[in-house]
């Protein structure tokens, strides 16, 4: 076990992750309508995966200290998986639709939710040497909504134009820093994953969805 996952357990039993081997899902526990995107599971690989009460729970202390967002938004799922030797932490955050707004929210949900995780890892004597990943899931865009991102001069429909394309993007910690000053937020890389067909449960294997 990491030393790192092994040590958060002990200072935070209540939220130990639990190991998980072959595949790890995700679920959005409050979809709006029968329509919404329900699961993705990620395939062919081992980790721990960190309860869902986390992110939501360690929202209280930074809304009685006046904190905006992104400290008070929270992700659907986190997930750590060594990869190849790489040590990964995946945030991730799944969406119904690839509007502009809701692919700028999910972003901002996944660097807030990261960096309270961050700020509770800070106090182990084993200080986590990972890759951050942030995932975002949503149904595969449509013609009209692409067509609206491209008219949109704004940062987010511009982050929102890119992930679509590239289906990666790096936030690096040098550009995030001016952005979300005072905070310190490291090197983050947004993976995205258009799910075809409107299906509402979607399957992506760990290192595909890492070469994205």
């Known amino acids: 076990m990491d030393a790192t996952i092994e040590e958060f357990g002990k200072l935070y039993p209540a939220y130990a992750t639990l ?10 526990t409050a979809p709006k309508s029968e329509l919404d995107f329900r699961r993705l599971v990620v395939s062919g690989g081992e980790g721990y995966a960190f309860p869902r009460e986390l992110a939501g729970d360690s929202v209280s202390f ?7 967002e992104p400290m008070l938004l929270n992700s659907d799922g986190i997930f750590f998986a ?4 790489r040590k990964c932490l995946f945030v991730c955050e799944l969406k119904s ?25 800070s106090i182990l004597q084993s200080l986590p040497e990972w ?4 995932v975002i899931v949503s149904y595969e865009p449509t013609g009209s909504q692409l067509v609206v991102a491209s008219k949109l001069t704004s940062r987010d429909a511009s982050f929102s ?15 995030a820093n001016k952005y979300y000053a005072p905070l ?27 070469r994205l």
């Open 131 to 134: 890759e951050y990943h942030g």
């Open 19 to 28: 190991y998980f081997k072959d595949e790890c899902e995700i679920v959005e």
């Open 184 to 210: 310190a937020l490291p090197d983050v890389n947004i993976h995205y994953v258009a799910v075809p067909d409107r299906q509402n449960e979607y399957q992506v294997d760990l290192r595909e969805l890492l």
């Open 62 to 68: 930074y809304s009685k200290a006046g904190c905006q």
């Open 97 to 121: 639709s690839f509007g502009v707004a809701q692919i700028s929210h999910a972003k901002e949900q996944i660097v807030g939710t990261l960096l309270r995780l961050q700020a509770q890892l």
């Open 161 to 175: 134009r890119y992930l679509c394309a590239k289906k990666h993007k790096l936030i690096s910690s040098s550009i």
């Open 82 to 85: 060594e990869v190849d030797g």
